[in-house]
């Protein structure tokens, strides 16, 4: 099955092997501009109908083998870059191209060989690293046939500006019934700084159960502590098991989920829910999904708080040619009171992500995202005597160094901002840690 991760792996296996195309002419130069500037649509149709008078041609079929697979052509790829393999049996670049067209084809033993093949030839020794990270990716499409199981742990360590999520001021004003009144906030209520240490971990397991048919399960969760402030230390817990339908372009997920969150070591809420999600894969480079999640809130000291929340959202997601992948996903959420007479803390909202991830090198990866919501509740506080509103905005970036083999350093720098017409509502949040993670 094709995915992100071996597509961008491939991407940089080709950027790396690149060689000139041979006997270069008008119609190959115009289609080696639009590949490069990602219009692999129009490179195909510009080259294809030119197939029967050049087929054996290199430049001409390593071109339309390229073309052809960035859209979703990879029975035409094979044939051109077989053509190419016939004249030039040691062409690195057209043998890694065919080996994306067998791996998108579902032939992945195929895909295997050719790579092993590229790898005797003696590549450099950065782009042998990257040969080797393919070959896993290739290697873990064939496990799809059997049980797989995988798993990590990570600490971090880092500096919370706000780890409550408190209002940064020592009052509020509160309405009264003649006069407004100035309320001073306790230490707890407002905006806290501290250092914190997370400890976290993971397992997932997938088991095959028919052709196309797969079960998902898995378990993760996270302690976090605080240096002077332990009431906020926190800790998490998921799991998570359900199955997954593979159709040709289309895969349907469907999960249940339950969570645990406890703070300063006493239970502090629970959830249960089920997400149902369908992914298609337009072609090698672009993929969108829809999804739907429903959960049942419960706190563990202030029922009244307990609600039913529904989210239903999209995303579309586009890998260019030098590795770089990009995405966008809106999406709308609405939370209902489970109690009657508790309308003002149900709400509705909607919100945008947008996030983008960067092969600097073969070691070294960029990412970063940033988001807005806008939530809207459905009562007047009875305390501020006002409709509440918030918009909230995110950013977030960093970089993951993988320093050894199944080990990564990731530092990040993240920042919140929830403006709200109740002033106890409105923070403001930055954080900046260090990540260090082994993969099992």
Request: contains cysteine; neutral net charge.
């Amino acid at each position: 099955m094709w995915n992100k991760k071996t597509t961008c792996l491939a991407v940089l296996l080709g950027l790396a092997l690149q060689v000139p195309v041979a006997h270069a002419d008008s119609l190959t130069d115009q289609a080696k501009v639009l590949l490069d500037a990602g219009k692999a649509s129009q490179a195909y149709a510009l080259l294809e109908p030119q197939e029967s008078a050049r087929a054996g041609e290199v430049g001409y079929d390593l071109l339309l083998g390229l073309a052809a697979l960035d859209v979703a052509q990879n029975t035409r790829a094979v044939f051109a870059l077989e053509r190419v393999l016939a004249m030039e049996p040691n062409n690195a670049r057209a043998r890694t191209e065919i080996a994306r067209a067998y791996l998108a084809l579902g032939e992945a033993s195929r895909a295997r060989n050719e790579l092993e093949t590229v790898q005797k030839q003696g590549v450099p020794a950065d782009v042998s690293v990257t040969l080797e990270r393919y070959l896993a990716a290739t290697r873990q499409v064939t496990d799809q046939e059997k049980t797989t199981m995988n798993g990590y742990v990570e600490l971090t360590v880092g500096h919370d500006s706000n780890v409550n999520l408190g209002p940064r001021r020592d009052s509020v004003l509160i309405p009264g019934p003649v006069f407004p009144v100035l309320v001073d906030l306790s230490n707890d209520s407002k905006a806290n700084a501290d250092t914190f240490g997370q400890l976290g971990a993971g397992f997932n397991l997938r088991a095959p159960v028919a052709s196309g048919v797969a079960v998902l399960a898995g378990v993760s969760g996270f302690g976090r502590f605080n240096g002077d402030k332990s009431q906020f230390d926190v800790g998490n817990a998921d799991a998570n098991l359900g199955v997954v339908f593979t159709s040709g372009k289309n895969v349907y997920t469907l999960m249940g989920q339950v969570n645990s969150l406890s703070v300063d070591q006493q239970n502090y809420r629970t959830a249960g829910g089920l997400t149902a999600q369908w992914q298609h894969n337009l072609d090698a480079r672009n993929q969108f999904s829809v999804y739907g999640q429903y959960s049942d809130i419960h706190y563990a000291t202030q029922g009244v708080r307990d609600a039913d929340r529904w989210v239903v959202g999209g995303a579309f997601a586009h890998l260019w040619r030098d590795g770089a992948l990009g995405y966008v996903s809106p999406y709308l959420l609405k939370e209902k009171p489970q109690t009657s007479g508790m309308e003002h803390l149900g709400f509705d909202g909607y919100g945008l992500r947008l996030g983008a991830r960067a092969n600097m090198n073969e070691k070294t990866i960029l990412f970063g995202n940033v988001s807005y919501e806008n939530r809207r509740h459905n009562g007047i506080d009875s305390s501020f005597l006002t409709t509440r509103k918030d918009t909230q905005y995110g950013l977030l970036f960093g970089a993951s160094y993988a320093f050894a083999k199944d080990w990564s350093l990731t530092p990040q720098l993240s920042f919140t901002v929830n403006e709200s017409n109740i002033e106890l509502n409105d923070y403001r949040r930055d954080m900046v840690s260090v990540t260090v993670r082994r993969e099992f």
